[in-house]
């Protein structure tokens, strides 16, 4: 009778468990849990339909990198250049689709800390999430930095570039203050229609000036490995934004949606790095610059940098609000401070982002050649995000299965290969980079001088 009624009120209590206490008794993994916690709190995180996820992850990996595509054709070649996008691209949507089902598998997962905490324990999460944040902190300091270029060229070096550094250091983090991706994916929209303006005011100039005309070759002539992999890095990191995917999916009503949110994005992307880096790199010509815009007229080029200006500083509010919400959801998790208005969690909030945004500004000013480091910190860490770790991701979810079916073997094989172009894009870029930032000349830190580059 006693083991009757305990078996009664074991099922009693499974029926009674919410989304938020559910475990998986068969491996003593955790099955799911909210990253937020309490879904009756103030703030209410999971707000984000599939578009708007959609559109915040446009805006996040869609920014002025997309005019450095066409100087990567100048040196690869334009049939081979356009190949390379859209396969890498294919393969970054497959990678991010396998996010998805990770996600899917341990939805409290809500960065690559909590991913690297399901496989390899807590050095595993400590690992990741350490990875991810520096790759993030190098990312806002690229949009700092962006936008002191931006504001050099648009105004002719108008005051001290350091200057122009902290008031691009003020609007993101003003910007970054709201806790929820909700008000985030409200500012996409313009950021989306920001770069987009931008792009197609450059290719109309181009296209009218065409200062490259008759100097376009299908496959690029006389191009040295290091330059030809040097543009194939600069297309690879076009791609590298999935090391956000998992935040983005866990702010959204229905996970389940994220497949869509991902079509949207990788169908953009791939369209308009195609387009985009062809038509530019056909009127512009071997000598297109990177980014494009310095191929155009001075005028134009203000013009071009001014309708920018949005996606520089919405891309970096993005990173911005994810490195901090991984922060605070590291320190409250499990609290009721996170679903809370108040001094407490409303102050630690904005004490993490603007810590986090003076770092980003500190590493901005003093690190001269930033874009070549940039793609050093990016080989470092994005070749494993963006492929080495995603296709690690499916051989944990199906583990024991490798070989089980036909089509199981098939994509085996596949993300091994996945992983080792990761291991390859990795090794090769660190090369590159090493060798670009060796022979770059020097600069000067935290420097008043014009920034134009």
């Not at 190949?83 to 998805?100: D, E, F, L, N, P």
């Not at 949009?143 to 122009?164: E, P, Q, R, W, Y």
């Not at 920001?194 to 296209?207: P, R």
């Amino acid at each position: 009778m006693d083991a009757i009624s305990t078996a009664r009120s074991a099922e009693s209590s499974k029926k009674r468990l919410t989304d938020s206490e559910k475990v998986d008794i068969s491996d003593g993994r955790l099955e799911y849990q909210t990253p937020f916690g309490d879904d009756s709190g103030e703030v209410q995180y999971q707000t984000m339909s599939w578009w708007q996820c959609g559109m915040v992850m446009i805006a996040e990996t869609i920014s002025l990198g997309i005019l450095s595509f066409p100087a990567a054709l100048a040196a690869i070649g334009l049939v081979p250049g356009v190949i390379i996008i859209i396969g890498i691209g294919i393969i970054a949507t497959y990678a991010g689709y396998i996010m998805g089902q990770f996600k899917q598998r341990y939805p409290h997962v809500h960065n690559m800390a909590d991913a690297g905490e399901v496989m390899w324990g807590r050095i595993g999460g400590e690992l990741l999430g350490s990875a991810q944040l520096i790759l993030i902190l190098f990312g806002m300091a690229s949009h700092i930095l962006t936008f002191t270029v931006a504001m050099n060229k648009i105004t002719g070096h108008g005051t001290c570039s350091i200057v122009f550094g902290l008031v691009g250091l003020a609007i993101c983090f003003i910007g970054t203050i709201p806790r929820t991706m909700r008000n985030v994916a409200r500012m996409s929209i313009a950021s989306f229609a920001s770069i987009t303006i931008a792009v197609l005011i450059t290719m109309i100039a181009i296209g009218i000036q065409r200062p490259g005309k008759g100097t376009v070759g299908a496959v690029a002539e006389d191009a040295s490995f290091y330059h030809a992999f040097l543009g194939v890095t600069n297309i690879v990191f076009g791609f590298f934004g999935s090391v956000i995917f998992f935040s983005f999916m866990s702010e959204m009503k229905n996970p389940n949606d994220y497949p869509k949110a991902l079509c949207l994005l990788q169908t953009t992307e791939i369209c308009m790095y195609v387009v985009v880096a062809v038509v530019i790199y056909y009127y512009g010509g071997e000598d297109v610059t990177s980014p494009a815009l310095g191929s155009t007229g001075n005028l134009v080029s203000r013009i071009a940098y001014g309708m920018a200006l949005p996606t520089i500083l919405i891309g970096g509010i993005i990173g911005g609000h994810v490195s901090s919400k991984y922060i605070y959801v590291r320190l409250f998790r499990g609290t009721g401070r996170m679903n809370e208005r108040t001094f407490v969690s409303i102050g630690s909030w904005c004490l993490i982002a603007l810590v986090l945004w003076v770092i980003a500004w500190i590493i901005a000013e003093a690190i001269p050649n930033f874009s070549n480091l940039l793609s050093l910190i990016a080989a470092l860490f994005a070749s494993w995000f963006t492929f080495s770790l995603c296709s690690y991701f499916w051989f944990f979810i199906n583990r024991g299965q490798w070989f089980s079916t036909p089509r199981k073997i098939f994509l085996s094989v596949v993300n091994m290969f996945i992983f080792l172009i990761g291991v390859c894009v990795c090794g090769l870029g660190l090369y590159v980079s090493g060798r670009a930032i060796h022979e770059a000349p020097s600069g000067h830190s935290f420097s008043c001088a014009n920034q134009e580059s």
